[in-house]
């Protein structure tokens, strides 16, 4: 992890908190947006010369209450909050850091049974680059497009920004893109030396100027509950409520269940969906049998 992306993520922060939203007098021309410099170590209880230092990247020996004051004069929410936290950490822990591979976890069995052992709704395990790794059978369905059009693993972030059929696929694409790449870079700054990660997000900034866009604007996010809006090939659009589940005896992966409400129209389009892909997978079988006979 850079100075740079220290000095940017602070910057990039600093420039969205406005004097009137901390109860400053807005005084003078100012020549970029958001608070000056002086004013956030006011705001934060330490010198302009030591925020300076911060502000450049230097976060080497930070303690936690200044970084906890930072976070507050800058209005952060928690995910922000982490990321500074997570950028401190990677600051201080010097030449004790190295590049690690890949973390490619399995999945357990029991696990397994149990994303399986759930019909009525979409189950899908993830791991931090944003790959599938499973799902149970109604995940399958749902994810059905993005199987097609990207090889396996299938990567959200690959398929958001190079298959242009995301843009059908997710009504709402622009605040998907936005999520994918807060999420990513959340990820980034929570496993700076995971040159997978690395790796992922040099090939998305090179092919796609969409993800480059968003990239630099430092934001971050936790993925972890919200609406989802689908439009998926065979049964039309999906309001899906989602819930993202920590699993601690999983180091590297995390389970999405993909739900609809009640007595709604997704929830019956999920049953439509469930028939259509059990008709597939036996359309499938038969033509399989056939080739051996």
Known sequence: MSKDEVREFLVT???????????????????????????????????????????????????????????????????????????????????????????????????RH???????????????????VATNTLGRALYDPLYRGTPEPVSYPRFIFFDPASRAFYPDWDDIADA?????????????????????????????????????????????????????PVVGLLELEYNVLALPADDGLNLTAYTAAPGSDTEEKLRLLASWWASEQAATAERRTSRTV
Do not use: C
């Not at 200044?66 to 990677?90: M, Q």
């Not at 759930?118 to 599938?132: F, H, Q, S």
């Not at 990660?197 to 971050?220: C, P, Q, Y």
């Open 13 to 111: 922060r600093r420039a969205k908190v406005t004097p009137q939203m901390v109860g400053l007098p807005d005084v003078g021309t100012r020549r970029v947006p958001g608070l000056r410099r002086g004013e956030v170590a006011v705001l934060a209880g330490v010198s302009v010369e030591y925020y300076t230092k911060l502000e450049r990247g230097d976060l080497r020996g930070v303690s936690d209450e200044v970084l906890h004051a930072i976070a507050a004069a800058l209005r952060f929410d928690e995910a922000e909050r982490s990321h500074l936290f997570d950028l401190a950490r990677t600051a201080n822990a010097g030449t004790r850091a190295r590049r690690r591979p890949a973390a490619n976890p399995t999945v357990r069995p029991s696990l």
């Open 180 to 232: 994918s790449v807060a999420s990513l870079r959340t990820v980034a700054g929570r496993s700076p030396f995971d040159r997978s990660i690395t790796d992922l997000v040099g090939e998305l900034s090179t092919r796609s100027e969409e993800f480059r866009t968003r990239w630099a604007r430092h934001d971050v996010r936790l993925h972890i509950e919200g609406i989802k809006r689908i439009h998926h």
């Open 114 to 132: 149990l994303v399986d052992s759930v019909t009525d709704a979409a189950m899908v395990l993830g791991n931090p680059r944003g790959e599938i």
